[in-house]
């Protein structure tokens, strides 16, 4: 429910169920960060069944989130409307590569 970047490289979602995951672009990451009990203006929702590759900003230490490249998004609010979600989230391991 909050604007947040995943401490991870990169993650899969995809939303089969309910309302999709929202995201704002790059060029506004910093500001919604600062403002992240709030909602947005910018914000951009994926559909149903979209697969979305978002980077996050790895292992990162918090005190310079803002300085990190990562998607900002937020699992939309439904808290206490009875509205349910079903979400699939795959992570890319830390330490994961493609060496050959």
Avoid: N
């Amino acid at each position: 429910k909050y604007w947040h970047q995943d401490s991870v490289p990169f993650r899969m979602i995809t939303t089969y169920r309910g309302p999709c995951t929202e995201w704002v672009p790059p060029a506004l990451s910093k500001e919604t960060l600062e403002r992240r009990q709030f909602d947005s203006e910018h914000v951009q929702s994926l559909s149903h069944c979209d697969v979305a590759l978002f980077k996050g900003r790895g292992d990162a230490d918090a005190d310079l989130l803002y300085d990190q490249t990562g998607i900002v998004h937020r699992s939309p609010r439904t808290e206490g409307s009875g509205i349910y979600r079903l979400v699939l989230v795959l992570d890319i391991p830390r330490g994961w590569h493609f060496d050959d």
